[in-house]
Every structure is written in structure tokens, then in C-alpha cells.
């Protein structure tokens, strides 16, 4: 084999080194063998990527379709890329009020107000602090299965009500445009999903998306995902990634949560290409 797939200690994520989409990209095999290894280990980390963003591309085409960035704006474009999405710390909330958008900051999964959520997000280091901002991924497959059977019974039937900014998120979303707004899309999720790929049970659930649960009130909802946020943020469910530069990350938010920590020097900067699969 020309690239090699080593699985990081614990239940999640696998390191792919020497993949090559040039050399790798066209071959069958080695697609089915990256698209097996992403669903088991549900973090891929590739290594010392010497890519462009049409290699980018190329990479994140391999796991799914490209899909469209839900929301951009003029300062997150790249040029001759509209599916990739610029993540900066330099961007603020141009719209509300100004500030720092603290993307990525609290437990959540990409874009769960839709009603088919991308199933892929797929990160490029561009530039990196010198220390900090590590992204962190929960097993959320994992976290389901260790939970007791009492607890199984009570979340297996229930639905979430997921919408673009849940008034009790731990913090905001980019504040719309009222267009944006009336088009915006809530969805319902079962809290507990077979996995598109393997049929396995996940706790799909979005602290920052849901305001309830059907049958629930706002309380009760927001008291289960706290116990729920509990359990799968320990680390025996944690993958916490440290980034280097050349890394490409894929995650799956069919069965993971993420977060980065916006704990670095804020005179620096963190740039990320960011492309969505579905
Ligand atoms: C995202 C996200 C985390 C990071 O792009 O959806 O949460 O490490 N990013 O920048
Ligand atoms: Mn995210």
C-alpha cells in the first residue's frame, strides 16, 4: 500500500500518512479503505498534506459530494472556491455586533438545523498559532454505547428540535440577514441514529441548535444534554487534536461533537480552509 491508515490510541481517530491525492486519488480501493476507516474511527487526521485547494477539493470529493458553505460572506471567500469557507480569528460578526466570532468554540455538530446535515466538514491548517487552539472530537457512537440500559431506554425515542441559533446556546451564532432569516431551515433529529454508513446507533444531539426536545420542556430538554455533554466529554470518548502545519482533518458529524479552544495569543493568527461533504 502506498499511504498508510494508523488508528490513534482509544476509540477515535486514525492518522493517514503519505496519502497522496495526485498518486491516490482515482484508486477505488484506497477510497473504500479511508471512507471504512473515517466511519470506524470518525476522525481522520492526514499528515504533511502538500495540497493546493483544488487537491483540497479533490480530498473531501473522495468521502462524499461537495456541498455548499450554509452561510458566507465576502470576507470568507476564496477566490476561485466557493464551497471552501476562510475561517479566521480576524472575522467578527460584521452584521450584530462586531465582535470576535468565537466559531467553533462550545460542544456542537455542524449545521444539525438542517434537514440532511453535511455529514463531512473537512479542515485545512493555512496558518496556526504558535500554541493553543486544538480542536477536540467526541465518539458519540462510543458515548451510546456505554450509556446504561435505563439511560438508553429514556433517550432512544426522543426527538430534538434543532434550530440555526437556540436561545440557549452557550454562545451566538453569526447574526443573519433577514433574508437569511426567513429562509432558515429548523429541523427534527432523533436523538439516538443508526449511522448512515454502518447502521450503528449515535447520540446526535447540538447544545448550541437545540432548544427542545418533543414532549420535553425547555428546562428538561437543557438539563438532559448537560448530563448528555457530561458523559461524552470524558476522556475515554475524546480524540483531542493538536494541529501541525500540512494537516487536513475530516470529521463525521453524524457521529461526533467538536470544539475548538480560542485559548491562543489573539495577536496571532488561526486560518483554516473549511469544505463541507455531504
Ligand atoms: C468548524 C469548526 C473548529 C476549528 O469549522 O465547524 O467548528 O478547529 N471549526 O476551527
Ligand atoms: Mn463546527
Redesign the pocket.
Known amino acids: 500500500m502506498s499511504f498508510e491508515i494508523r488508528p490513534l490510541p482509544g476509540v477515535i481517530g486514525a492518522e493517514v500518512l503519505g496519502f497522496d491525492i495526485g498518486r491516490d486519488g482515482a484508486d477505488e480501493a484506497a477510497r473504500l479503505r479511508l471512507r471504512e476507516a473515517w466511519t470506524d474511527r470518525v476522525v481522520l487526521v492526514f499528515r504533511e498534506m502538500a495540497t493546493d485547494e483544488a487537491g483540497f477539493m479533490r480530498l473531501a470529493g473522495l468521502f462524499g459530494e461537495n456541498v455548499p458553505q450554509p452561510v458566507q460572506r465576502p470576507e470568507y471567500r476564496v477566490e476561485g472556491f466557493p464551497l471552501i469557507r476562510l475561517?479566521s480569528n480576524r472575522h467578527r460578526d460584521t452584521l450584530g455586533d462586531n465582535k470576535p466570532l468565537n466559531?467553533?468554540g462550545t460542544w456542537?455538530t455542524?449545521h444539525s438545523h438542517l434537514p440532511d446535515p453535511p455529514r463531512g466538514?473537512v479542515?485545512r491548517a493555512i496558518r496556526l498559532p504558535e500554541a493553543g487552539?486544538d480542536?477536540s472530537f467526541t465518539n458519540q457512537r462510543a458515548a451510546y454505547e456505554a450509556l446504561d440500559e435505563a439511560v438508553r431506554r429514556e433517550v432512544d425515542p426522543l426527538v430534538g428540535h434543532h434550530v440555526y441559533n437556540s436561545r440557549y446556546a452557550p454562545r451566538r451564532m453569526a447574526t443573519m440577514t433577514p433574508d437569511e432569516e426567513r429562509e432558515a431551515p429548523s429541523a427534527r433529529h432523533p436523538l439516538v441514529r443508526p449511522h448512515p454508513a454502518s447502521g450503528r446507533k449515535a447520540l446526535y444531539f447540538n447544545p448550541i441548535r437545540i432548544e427542545r426536545f418533543d414532549g420535553m420542556d425547555a428546562a428538561a430538554s437543557q438539563a438532559l444534554m448537560d448530563r448528555l455533554v457530561a458523559h461524552c466529554e470524558q476522556d475515554r470518548f475524546v480524540y483531542r487534536h493538536r494541529w501541525r502545519p500540512g494537516d487536513v482533518l475530516i470529521w463525521d458529524n453524524a457521529q461526533a461533537l467538536?470544539?475548538?479552544r480560542h485559548d491562543y495569543d489573539p495577536a496571532q493568527e488561526?486560518i483554516?480552509h473549511?469544505t463541507l461533504v455531504g
Open positions: 475561517l466559531v467553533g456542537h455542524d466538514t479542515l487552539g480542536t467538536h470544539m475548538v488561526r483554516m473549511r
